[in-house]
């Protein structure tokens, strides 16, 4: 569309945004060996203030033409959605001197963040209030620190190649059945995508967030807390 796409619409009463609070859950594959940062695991963690109840969304990595608002940086520098996979704002705007600079605006917080919840709050028509960014190392540190987790594996998942340093290693492949986990092997099963699709991982890494939630008590989270606070 030459004049561009319009403001998107959840069709949502605007007042019902307040009962809700969005937490922006990525995980970024930057590790020992690579050069940079995509966040290839994006989940919009949502709870209903009045109630507790909580939801998690996963946005596809490969989502295309991201929107985001038409007199910011970025919806002026794209008028007609982002044109790279959404995993790419975060790197973009983070090595491009004049998107860095615009979307440096909060202290202490990357500027491709900014602009990542800027251009998904847009494009969700809603509001993102918190973020936590991990990358794959900090994501095993933090899954050990807690104690590690058991998931239900329905069927064999093929694992991909272990990190780097990693503090265990991992068979190749896990499952089916409840597999106790620690965080080298939480993050296989995290990103492992060859044996189906991107939209498995997904469903896999909502999976382990939720085994995560039901197992892991506020008291092992304080018991732990300086090993939980500094893998975030």
């Given amino acids: 569309d030459p004049a561009g796409p319009g403001r998107p619409s959840s069709g949502i009463d605007p007042a019902l945004h307040d009962e809700v609070v969005n937490i922006l859950l990525l995980g970024g594959d930057a590790g020992p060996g690579r050069w940079s940062l995509r966040t290839d695991t994006m989940i919009l963690f949502s709870i209903h203030r009045p109630t ?9 990595r490969n989502l295309t033409r991201l929107l985001f608002p038409p007199t910011s940086t970025m919806g002026v520098t794209y008028p007609n959605g982002f044109t790279d996979l959404a995993n790419a704002v975060y790197p973009i705007v983070q090595t491009r001197s004049e998107l860095r600079r615009a979307y440096d605006v909060l202290p202490d917080i990357d500027p491709g963040v900014v602009a990542l919840a800027e251009g998904l709050g847009y494009s969700l028509d ?10 794959m190392r900090a994501f095993v540190t933090l899954v050990d620190a807690v104690g590690g987790v058991t998931v239900d594996v329905p069927k064999a998942v093929p694992m991909p190649g272990n990190i780097p340093g990693a503090p265990t290693q991992y068979p190749d492949t896990i499952g089916p059945g409840l597999i106790p986990m620690d965080g080298s092997t939480a993050l296989g099963y995290a990103r ?18 939720s085994a995560l939630a039901t197992q892991v008590s506020a008291g092992d989270v304080l018991g732990s807390y300086s090993s939980v606070a500094s893998a975030l």
């Avoid at 507790?52 to 596809?60: D, E, F, K, N, Y």
């Avoid at 809603?126 to 990358?135: E, P, Q, R, W, Y």
């Avoid at 492992?192 to 967030?209: E, F, I, M, V």
Wanted: cysteine-free; overall charge neutral.
């Fill in 52 to 60: 507790g109840r909580a939801a998690l969304i996963s946005v596809p």
């Fill in 126 to 135: 809603t509001s993102i209030d918190d973020f936590v960014l991990i990358d």
């Fill in 192 to 209: 492992s995508r060859t044996g189906d699709s991107d939209y498995h991982r997904a469903a896999r890494q909502r999976a382990l967030l």
